[in-house]
């Protein structure tokens, strides 16, 4: 049953790419399903001279695939309302703080108001502390503040923005995005867990041998390169999905199921980690950077991109949770551009006897397969879990076989988009799914190591081949203790 939430939201970045891409699509699905109705409207900013009609016909275009009638497109596009507005001319804020008034009163908005940051991030701050001295705020109902990634680039610019943020909003009013947390099967790590005593009875030391998080895309870094070369893979996707993933997978069970409680937990599995010295880092971590294949340039010839760049489109790590339950347990991860394919998938490899005694009794060599837990984030969504069984017919001996759970295709159509989700437990809200300043602070801190080391050193790049699953050293991280990536390319 939908609550319809009351709030205005103002929007900076309203003409580009992420807001027509993903947040006009995730408003809308929120209207259609009376998430958000009468007492609901948006001020869209950016410096660009559009008046109310050519935004809402900007919104209207990049929602009208999804629309039931071309009636409830404007209907939903009558919400929008547009402001020329210039981020660093603090006169411009005190137009934006009379509209938001205006608005406030005719749509009944109860003085909840939503800031939301869809800028560079070099503005993050100076809008954050405009809406705080041109007072934007609202003294009834909330303000909160919605924030896009990247958070920082290292734990000191981060911390900065932090202090910079912290002086207009308290943490409570702050909502970082990372998209991940609102995508369906990220959000199914805790039901799986801690819904079924079964399984969180072994999510331990004792059971499990090893975990895996594999974010791979298969596209190279097109028109993104320009950002692209001053981030990498680390900053990209380790610093923030990745490291988000990896605190849910190794949590202990909150006392209550509510934000506060969870994100305690997040930020106490995160500590545990362990922050690698220089030659950890050179042992734990392999960066990789794509070579030329066929059509693909290689990346140092991507436009945007110098000669001479040493920034890594491939990381693959080991990581190590010092604490009781996870003491031993490896968590492998790795993610990269132009790899052998999209997906996104967690698999959870448990430890096999200690003696393969049918293997002895036939005195063939082992063939038991680790049991394999995978939760399959996407393109499908769903669980798998990879069992030992006796081979059919005669003798005794064994093979493998894979229970499997994909979301149907009716269930899929029910999922929520990850911004739709997002800005509705904003306006809730509700900071589960959002990335509290600890634990971004205990991620920036391991990765900083990481690019400390990688910074000291030129690269050997490029080091794989496209459509592979990146380097060999990739693959080594594992082999060297007698594992292997429950994922293979040729699977
Ligand atoms: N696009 C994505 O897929 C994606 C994915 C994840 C995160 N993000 C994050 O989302 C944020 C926005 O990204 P984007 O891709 O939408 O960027 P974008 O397409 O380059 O849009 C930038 C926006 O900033 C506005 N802007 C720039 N300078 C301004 C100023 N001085 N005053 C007021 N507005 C100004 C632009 O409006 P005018 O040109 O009209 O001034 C435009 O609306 C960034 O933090 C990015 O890291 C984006």
């Known amino acids: 049953m939908a609550t319809e939430q009351t709030a205005l939201i103002t929007l900076f970045g309203a003409t580009g790419d992420l807001a027509s891409r993903k947040l006009y699509p995730a408003l809308f699905n929120l209207y259609k399903k009376g998430e958000i109705k009468e007492h609901f409207a948006l001020i869209g900013t950016g410096r660009r001279e559009w008046d109310d009609d050519k935004f809402r016909s900007v919104v209207s275009d ?8 071309d009636q409830q497109v404007s209907d939903f596009a009558s919400h929008f309302y547009y402001k020329s507005h210039d981020v660093t001319n603090p006169e411009h804020y005190k ?20 800031f939301y940051i869809s800028l560079a991030p070099r503005f993050f701050s100076l809008v954050a502390n405009n809406l705080k001295q041109q007072n934007v705020f609202s003294d009834n109902g909330f303000n909160r503040l919605i924030i896009e990634k990247p958070f920082g680039h290292d734990f000191e610019s981060a911390q900065e923005l932090n202090d910079s943020l912290s002086s207009a909003f308290d943490e409570d009013q702050v909502f970082r995005i990372d998209h991940y947390l609102g995508k369906e099967m990220v959000q199914n790590i805790a039901a799986l867990r801690f819904g079924n005593p079964m399984i969180e009875s072994v999510w331990n030391n004792k059971f499990i041998d090893n975990v895996q998080v594999t974010l791979a895309e298969n596209m190279g870094v097109g028109e993104r390169a320009g950002y692209y070369d001053t981030s990498g893979a680390l900053r990209d996707m380790v610093q923030n999905h990745i490291m988000q993933i990896l605190s849910l997978l190794a949590m202990d069970e909150p006392n209550k199921y509510k934000d506060v409680e969870i994100r305690a937990q997040k930020v106490k599995a995160l500590q545990s980690l362990h922050i690698y010295d220089e030659d950890e880092v050179a042992k734990n971590f ?29 990381v693959a790590g080991k990581l190590e949770f010092q604490n009781n339950r996870w003491a031993g347990v490896p968590f492998y991860v790795r993610t990269g551009k132009l790899l052998a394919d999209k997906f996104a998938r967690i698999d959870v490899v448990f430890k096999k006897p200690a003696l393969d005694d049918f293997a002895r009794a036939n005195g063939t060599a082992p063939q038991l397969l680790p049991s394999v837990l995978t939760i399959k984030i996407e393109p ?27 979301l149907t295709d009716s269930e899929m159509k029910e999922v929520p988009l990850p911004y739709e989700r997002l800005i509705n437990d904003a306006m809730k809200g509700d900071h589960t799914n959002f990335a509290s300043w600890a634990e971004v602070a205990q991620a920036w801190k391991f990765v900083d190591q990481i690019e400390k080391f990688w910074n000291s050193k030129k690269a050997d790049f490029p080091n794989y081949t496209p459509g592979t699953m990146g380097p060999k050293a990739a693959e080594e991280l594992l082999t060297r203790s007698g594992r292997n990536w429950a994922f293979r390319a040729e699977d």
Not at 95 to 114: F, H, P, S
Not at 300 to 311: A, F, G, I, L, Y
């Open 62 to 69: 990049s929602v009208k695939g999804a629309a039931d009638s």
């Open 95 to 114: 137009v934006l703080k009379g509209v938001a008034d205006q608005l406030d009163a005719k749509y009944d908005l109860k003085g909840n108001r939503i």
């Open 286 to 314: 392999v960066r990789g950077q794509y070579g030329a294949n066929g059509d693909q340039k290689d990346y140092r010839h991507e436009d945007n991109v110098p000669e001479d760049s040493n920034t890594e489109t491939f």
């Open 380 to 406: 499908d969504s769903g669980f798998e879990m990879q069992l030992n069984k006796k081979h059919v017919g005669q003798g005794y001996t064994t093979d493998s076989f894979k229970f499997t759970h994909d």
